[in-house]
């Protein structure tokens, strides 16, 4: 994010940068419904609908947060490199409309919103870990407990000025560190508590629409060029231009890479590959875009996509139930982002810090390794806490009949796809899945 880097100030509003940056955040906004529909095709069809809805309440529940105290909590006056306090940002009173940011063309107004919609869009990346299990409302208070206790002071540390992350000079372009390694270890954390899936390792657990995950796969690629090219706050020297070219180059590569392991380890190209290893390389792009060159961001696209592969079958192996793979491509392809900035990061980009491949040494490695591995303990442990008190009061999962029925129909009394226009007779009743003729059983009986 642009304020890691400090620009020169400049004294008038600029209506190009400030119009850009009103287009980024409409763009970062696209990526939480796009986000619904990935996780919504990635999911058995009894659970499409709780799944988009889970990504789609962050709109609302964070969005009014951030409002009442989040922005006053990420990017006020520091207190103890921990988090951020400005009083007069308290529901977003005494802020002038064309009161510039602190440094750069746009007003506060701007940054505020294009802020908003990273913070929106982070908890609803954990949903897809704990997808077919969670109870509706209690996901709607652990996204208000966590965005305050974690997301909030986690964005200070990284982005905002005193935070220790900033202060340190660890390099997040994007959100490698505030958004995906937190959103990662989050999931990681909360899964731990909550348990796995009712047939886990037992029953086929297939994605529904592949059409729809693809579908929300390219909206993600779409609406991550704002999200990355939009992090540098204006359009004035090309650094932006040059995290646009990587954010594309990178999220290729990753796609050549994912499917390249698949082949030889699987022995096909799957289109579910295909739309997760975009989204790998996505995410390891995020922090290095503005540091790395093309050539760079090739290398990071392509591990990224190997790596992030082969990740996601750890969760067979350790039995954690993982359930979309954010553990997998959020946290692990966050990590690999952000440590191969101390490899490839050449100083010619969004500052003069240089990897070890360009004379610049490990000193950037050990700083990115600090704002990695503290942010991922911290979000780690505080999302489990967060969890197991849920878990021990209201209860974080639904019952095991309500599981194994469908979640939407009893999380939220209605079905994806309505088959009763099908046909009639006994070709309705071989259209009709076994979870909706069992629902409408149950209506009948009622």
């Known amino acids: 994010m642009a304020p890691a880097i400090t620009l020169a100030a400049e004294t008038e509003l600029s209506a190009a940068n400030t119009g850009f940056m009103l287009i980024c955040s409409a763009l970062v906004m696209l990526m939480t419904p ?4 990935f996780y919504g095709g990635m999911v058995r069809v009894k659970s499409t609908l709780n799944m988009l809805m889970m990504s789609f309440i962050s709109l609302g529940i964070v969005t009014v947060l951030w409002v009442l105290y989040g ?19 308290v529901g977003l009173s005494d802020i002038g409309l064309t009161e510039l940011w602190d440094g750069y063309t746009i007003p506060v107004f701007v940054f505020l919103v294009f802020q908003l919609m990273f913070a929106v869009l982070t908890p609803a990346l954990i949903s897809g870990a704990l997808a077919d299990r969670v109870k509706f409302t209690a996901w709607a208070l652990f996204i208000a407990l966590w965005a305050t206790v974690v997301y909030f002071p986690v964005a200070h540390w990284v982005w905002g000025a005193g935070g220790w992350a900033f202060e340190l000079g660890v390099i997040d372009f994007a959100g490698g560190t505030a958004v995906h390694i937190n959103a990662g270890a989050a999931a990681l954390g909360v899964i731990l508590v909550i348990g796995k899936r009712v047939g886990f390792k037992k029953d086929p657990m297939r994605p529904h629409s592949l059409p729809l995950v693809m579908l929300g796969a390219g909206l993600l690629w779409f609406g991550w060029f704002g999200f990355n090219a939009g992090s540098w706050l204006g359009n004035d020297d090309g650094v932006g231009a040059l995290m646009f070219v990587n954010t594309q180059v990178a999220t290729g590569a990753a796609v050549l890479g994912w499917l390249a392991y698949e082949k030889i380890r699987h022995g096909a190209f799957t289109t579910l590959g295909a739309a997760s290893g975009a989204v790998s390389g996505l995410v390891a792009i995020t922090p290095a875009g503005g540091a790395v060159s093309p050539l760079g961001a090739i290398a990071v696209g392509v591990i990224a996509g190997v790596l992030c592969a082969m990740a996601v079958g750890l969760k ?12 997998g491509v959020h946290l692990v392809g966050g990590i690999l982002g952000s440590l191969l900035i101390g490899f490839f990061a050449t100083g010619k980009g969004q500052s003069d810090v240089a990897g070890l491949f360009y004379g610049g040494g490990l000193d950037q490695f050990w700083k990115q390794c600090a704002g ?3 942010v991922l303990a911290y979000s780690l442990v505080v999302s489990a806490i967060l969890a197991l008190i849920l878990h ?38 071989t259209a009709v899945p076994a979870h909706v003729a069992q629902a409408e059983s149950k209506k009948v009986d009622a």
Do not use: P
């Open 34 to 37: 796009a986000l619904a529909f």
């Open 71 to 89: 922005f006053s909590m990420a990017f006020g006056t520091d207190t103890g490199s921990i988090v951020g306090w400005n009083s007069d940002w």
């Open 316 to 327: 067979y192996r350790f039995n954690y139930d993982d359930s979309l793979d954010v553990v």
């Open 372 to 374: 990695v591995f503290g």
């Open 392 to 429: 021990k009061t209201i209860g974080m999962r639904v019952t095991e009949d309500e599981e194994v029925a469908g979640i939407d129909q009893a999380e939220h009394a209605e079905t994806a796809y309505d088959f009763s226009g099908a046909g009639g007779g006994a070709a309705r009743t």
